[in-house]
């Protein structure tokens, strides 16, 4: 088996100009020239898109966005589709965040819709799932992810989801400097892999990086790296500066 390459992956959300946007993927381009087996995506907004794509031609750093709508085109005011996205040099896509979820009304069955979109597109799709604090309060966290991967990722077959990110993230531990410890990530991230191969055989569910994403700090990337089934971080404020950045990617 090929091991799962490490990707961290910086999620700006609404940050940064089009000009604060470049500088700070220059900066970063320049402190992980020269770091090697892992991969790096960062997501500016969208009006940052193109611009940051220009900034990091000839370098080892990937473009994805925060969104993007199912429909290819048409009268939906503020959406923005695949192909704007893969015109803009995005190759990855974040689906599905908890943020998504709660403040605009994102649904699993929306999700889906949106990775299908994602991957017809040659788009990878990072899909993001995660309980919140009253769920796993209520020792509901398997259950709920349960029923996020098999709406998010219903109708799809073993050879549509080669290109398939999933980023797990307790929605407890976004932005509020709880961190869950690295046998709680673990335990998820091991039972997220455990129903990919119960639906979608070993081949894929060995294959599938798995990110951890919820304060992640250059302090304790290295130990939840350190799990078995963590291949990854999807990273928010931490991913905002170059040098804090840089030090998670060189975990």
Known sequence: MTPRTPLIAGNWKMFKTGREAVETAKALAEKVQTVSGVD??????FTALSLVSEALKETN???GAQNLHWEMEGAFTGE???????AAGCSHVIIGHSERRQYFGETDETVNRRIKAALEHDLVPVFCIGETETEREAEETFSVLDKQIKKGLEGFSFGDLDKLVIAYEPVWAIGTGKTATTEQAQEVHGFIRSMIGDHYGDTLAKAVRILYGGSV???NASALMAMPDVDGALVG???LDAETFSRIVRF
Not at 40 to 45: K, T
Not at 80 to 86: D, E, F, Q, T, Y
């Open 217 to 219: 700090k250059p302090d």
């Open 80 to 86: 923005i589709s695949a192909p704007m996205l893969k």
């Open 237 to 239: 404020g931490a991913s």
């Open 61 to 63: 750093i990937a473009l």
């Open 40 to 45: 790096v995506m960062i997501a500016p907004a």
